[in-house]
T-cell receptor, first 114, second 115 residues
Framework: SQKIEQNSEALNIQEGKTATLTCNYT??????LQWYRQDPGRGPVFLLLIRENEKEKRKERLKVTFDTTLKQSLFHITASQPADSATYLCALGNYGGSQGNLIFGKGTKLSVKP | GAVVSQHPSRVICKSGTSVKIECRSL??????MFWYRQFPKQSLMLMAT?????????EQGVEKDKFLINHASLTLSTLTVTSAHPEDSSFYIC???????????FGQGTRLTVV
């Protein structure tokens, strides 16, 4: 069955450092991968989408890589700030189907200490 | 960006009663909306796909008679948890399709507690 793993349930880093979160998947060939931020008691907020033919995508302090050979995506937050503390979810999807085909990981809770 | 509004954000109800959760697309029309459930430290699990003007499509293991979905207009989908039990206590979230190349737009979520 399809499986998606975010390797760390929690990640603690110091302010100013780069946070790196990992998303691995098996038994699936996604057309794209998305990253979301979720704060406690709130719905997820879309951050970035990267397609299978893209190696890297950047948005401000965020960088996402996508390696379809390794079946892995890395999500980087550079110059991290305490305000970046949240749970980050990765999600896999394919075109042609409904958005309900999105498969979510359990998330990694990032804590940035001042 | 598109906004999806979900109401209420929190609700506490007694066992056996029913609870209705609303999901509205505020500045766009959503022919399809999605309902998820999320348990603590778990991933979002799709419950059903809500289609405007037609019956919802439920995922395997989700009781359609217990989780009633109505999508009567292009901007409103409702989820009614009928005869709620404590095990139905969870975080329910709706979302709307973001279109090709875009992410999904999620509501704020509803924390349901059944006592």
């Amino acid at each position: 069955s399809q499986k998606i793993e975010q390797n760390s349930e929690a990640l603690n880093i110091q302010e100013g450092k780069t946070a790196t979160l990992t998303c691995n998947y098996t038994n699936y060939s996604p057309a794209y991968l998305q990253w979301y931020r979720q704060d406690p008691g709130r719905g997820p907020v879309f951050l970035l989408l990267i397609r299978e033919n893209e190696k890297e995508k950047r948005k401000e302090r965020l960088k996402v890589t996508f390696d379809t050979t390794l079946k892995q995506s890395l999500f980087h937050i550079t110059a991290s700030q305490p305000a970046d503390s949240a749970t980050y979810l990765c999600a896999l999807g394919n075109y042609g189907g409904s958005q309900g085909n999105l498969i979510f990981g359990k998330g990694t809770k990032l804590s940035v200490k001042p | 960006g598109a906004v999806v509004s979900q109401h209420p954000s929190r609700v506490i109800c007694k066992s056996g009663t029913s609870v209705k959760i609303e999901c509205r697309s505020l500045d766009f029309q959503a022919t399809t909306m999605f309902w998820y459930r999320q348990f603590p430290k778990q991933s979002l699990m799709l419950m059903a796909t809500s289609n405007e003007g037609s019956k919802a499509t439920y995922e395997q293991g989700v009781e359609k008679d217990k989780f009633l979905i109505n999508h009567a207009s292009l901007t409103l989908s409702t989820l009614t948890v009928t005869s709620a039990h404590p095990e139905d206590s969870s975080f329910y979230i709706c979302s709307a399709r973001g279109g090709t190349g875009n992410g999904a737009f999620f509501g704020q979520g509803t924390r349901l507690t059944v006592v």
